[in-house]
Nanobody
Framework: QLQPVEAGGDLVQPGGSLKLSCVAPGFTLKVYGIAWFRQVPGKEREGVSCISRNRGMADYAGFLQGRFTMYRDSAEITVYLQLNALKPTDTAVYYC???????????????????WGRGTQVTVSS
């Protein structure tokens, strides 16, 4: 069964960096659109970044201001989210989500994704 697995969350100081990863054991990510979401307790989950099946470039939520970078590895087995210049407001559980939809452009809407990981905790604090 397709089940994304995230890793890389940690406690980091403000201004620091982390690299999150997402894999789907037993599956290649080549045929899926992929997105990263995040959620803080008591708040709705929000889209962070996404890559469609066919378009190599990632799209990002506007509030990121260029601090995060999402990319696939060359084998298309792992997707990464590089988090730079982290702020305390970036503290959240980060989720990887997949969709088999073959859209030209990816979506940052939760309803567009069928498969979800269990999340990895990112905590930004001094």
């Amino acid at each position: 069964q397709l089940q994304p697995v995230e890793a890389g969350g940690d406690l980091v100081q403000p201004g620091g960096s982390l690299k999150l990863s997402c894999v789907a054991p037993g599956f290649t990510l080549k045929v899926y659109g992929i997105a990263w979401f995040r959620q803080v307790p008591g708040k709705e989950r929000e889209g962070v970044s996404c890559i469609s099946r066919n378009r190599g470039m990632a799209d990002y939520a506007g509030f990121l201001q260029g601090r995060f970078t999402m990319y696939r590895d060359s084998a298309e087995i792992t997707v990464y989210l590089q988090l730079n210049a982290l702020k305390p407001t970036d503290t959240a559980v980060y989720y990887c989500a997949l969709t088999p939809r073959d859209d030209q452009f990816c979506s940052l809407q939760e309803t567009a994704y069928n498969y979800w990981g269990r999340g990895t905790q990112v905590t930004v604090s001094s």
